[in-house]
């Protein structure tokens, strides 16, 4: 796995992270979906804890994302999909590939109208 992160050194952390992700490729994928189905399937008033968490592991891999919502939506009826898919891609509205500590906020926020949202029924 190649890491970058501009024009600075990679730090330590980020290459314990890559070495972890390709000793065990699907902890992440598989630590995310776990997440996102606590979203969806318990009943939490808050999910702002957990957005932290699903943010960062967002940030770690696009096409993991992208692969985790196809999975999740693979297990609910067709007919549900459009609605559930743009449940999807209205809680990356407006948020951007960052950490600070306002676009948090922001993807909390997303993730807990998304929770509601794609519990609609």
């Known amino acids: ?7 600075s050194p990679v730090s330590p952390a980020a290459h314990n992270v890559a070495r972890l ?3 065990y490729p699907g902890i992440f994928s598989g630590t995310l979906k776990t997440l996102f189905e606590d979203v969806i399937l318990e009943d939490r008033g ?12 967002i940030l770690i891999s696009e096409e993991m ?15 549900q ?4 898919s743009l449940c999807f ?8 590939l960052s950490l600070d500590a306002k676009n948090r906020d922001k ?13 609609a029924k």
Not at 1 to 7: A, D, L, N, P, S
Not at 46 to 57: E, P, T
């Open 46 to 57: 808050n999910q702002w804890r957990l957005g932290r968490a699903i943010l960062s592991l």
């Open 65 to 79: 994302f992208t692969n985790m919502k196809a999975q999740i939506l693979a297990s609910y009826r067709v007919d």
């Open 81 to 84: 999909h459009q609605r559930l």
């Open 1 to 7: 796995m190649h890491i970058t992160v501009g024009e």
């Open 89 to 96: 891609d209205k809680l990356m509205e407006d948020v951007t």
């Open 21 to 23: 992700m390709s000793d």
């Open 107 to 119: 993807f909390s926020k997303s993730l807990t109208r998304f929770k509601s949202e794609f519990c």
